[in-house]
DNA sequence: GTGGTCTAGACCACA
DNA sequence: GTGGTCTAGACCACA
């Protein structure tokens, strides 16, 4: 379900972090069902549970799950977390913008690319 | 014309190596003029020279600089380099697409950002 | 009559035990009326039998409540306990008004938000 | 300048970032100025260098301090972080008003503290 | 068993 | 030297 990039340069608790939020937008998982124990997950992913609890930590302060002690993780109603989610790909999407029109990269080249992953038709 | 932010999470020597490739791109500095000597650029910014060093070699690396023993650095002609910043800025939009896919981010917010930097006509 | 929440931070016999000390202050339950045993309660919350008996020793400890043997818990004469709350609760307060003359929260702000909640006249 | 108390029921990192919090409220730590690093702060009160880290962090996730790799932390411009921690004051205040109107207890009793703490006069 | 905090100590990127 | 990440392992509160 979970697999780590240890080449990749992010940390490993932000991959983590990144990997349930996608699930949890995709509907993997839903409401209220519960967040593999952070000792499980640790020991398969073969990590410290230190690290587990880091990320866990950071979907909680985002509003992804909710932990209850002694009971374990579950996951939020996402809606907030989401639209705080949005925003940020829109901060990311205007910094690239303003490096397109700094490199002089065509408009055209730009829409292509939106078409290839989105289609031409549809919304 | 080089100004540092501290606050910002990029490490300095890429904030150099980013501003002087903005510089080069815009035509402000041309071909074979010359760089700021290393030292003189670390007085004049306040920090060690091993990190302006740093920014040269990678400059040097990605072929937007020459160096000359003796002489100093220089701009080189800087097609290629350009080329490879391009190739760059699209990887990084790819990804930028792929987390709009799961997002459920609609086409039509990223074609009206991307009017709202280009403009609605032209290229 | 008592709705748990799991995603609040404070642990689940604490929410039990604040939830009767306000049934009780309210008069819902009166001196000397049963309260509802252990065993059955865990079982209409679906929570473990050990978690409410820990909230009852909490509420004996603090003289809500009191447990005859082979009988069950009752509600006791509830000045003491009472006022032992108002105590924790000025307690409370205070440690508030110090972190607002930190914070420097004009006066009139918090005597606005009192009046919001008390109204303007009266006691 | 920094006491840790171990009979408080705070963690240690909460205490840390609390009384932070409070010099830079008070102009004790003037923006831009360095906080201690990780290392030596952690000597001087004799615990963990993580311990630290994760104080500083929680510093910087709310804006207080800003961190620079290879050089330090510091200080940073305060009033957003201030704002929000107002927020959180009126929050805590609305709860223990809410507690006080079950608790029965005197609005008068109430806007005596306040006095006592700010003074009969001004604002 | 489950999450939360903390210590001791290592290694990395950066200045 | 400075912050950032991670491991290994301990102990606590709670269910």
Redesign the interface.
């Given at each position: 379900m979970i697999i780590l990039d240890y080449k990749d340069r992010r940390p490993i608790y932000e991959q983590i972090t990144e990997k349930f939020q996608?699930l949890i937008?995709?509907g993997a998982l839903k409401e209220d069902s519960p967040m593999p124990s952070v000792r499980s997950l640790a020991v398969e992913l073969s990590i410290n549970p230190n690290t587990i609890q880091r990320a866990y930590n950071e979907l909680e302060?985002e509003g992804w799950i909710?932990s209850?002690?002694?009971?374990g993780s579950?996951v939020?109603e996402n809606t907030k977390a989401?639209d705080l989610?949005?925003d940020e790909?829109?901060e990311?999407?205007?910094l690239?913008?303003?490096?397109?029109?700094?490199?002089?990269?065509?408009?055209?080249e730009?829409?292509d690319?939106?078409m290839m992953?989105?289609g031409e038709g549809?919304?």
């Open positions: 996608e937008i995709k302060r909710y209850v002690r002694g009971k579950f939020s989401l989610k949005k790909w829109f990311d999407f205007e690239l913008l303003q490096k397109a029109l700094v490199l002089d990269i065509p408009k055209k730009i829409t690319k939106v992953y989105y549809g919304i």
